[in-house]
Nanobody, 128 residues
């Protein structure tokens, strides 16, 4: 059974930090490209950070560059998102997602439709 379980969300004041975790199981983690997305009510899911295992630098949304860092612990099949200097506009439900390598999509883009495994999300609320 495929599981992606996010944790670490919460309520913080602007300028604060949070570290999200995504514990995975039930699929070959190292054969999948991992990413973080976020979504607010009435808006489309937005790609936040995309991890590459080829040595390439991660891909970040312009709005989070320099503040967010994606990382992983392969041994624990766990994905992380360290968030610093949080802003009210970062408030959203955050999801981790996985897609297998070798698909027909552009591996350098974060199209939500190309990810087939999703967690249930963890809420991040940033107050001003």
């Amino acid at each position: 059974q495929v599981q992606l379980v996010e944790s670490g969300g919460g309520s913080v004041q602007a300028g604060g930090s949070l570290r999200l975790s995504c514990a995975t199981s039930g699929f070959p983690y190292n054969n999948h490209q991992m990413a973080w997305f976020r979504q607010t009510p009435g808006k489309e899911r937005e790609g936040v950070a995309l991890l590459f295992r080829s040595g390439a630098s991660p891909l970040y949304a312009d709005s989070v560059k320099g503040r967010f860092t994606i990382s992983e612990d392969n041994g624990k099949s766990t994905l992380y998102l360290q968030m610093h200097n949080l802003k009210p506009e970062d408030s959203a439900m955050y999801y981790c997602a996985a897609r297998p390598y070798g698909g027909s999509w552009n591996a350098w883009e974060m199209e939500a439709d190309t990810f087939n495994y999703w967690g249930q999300g963890t809420q991040v609320t940033v107050s001003s």
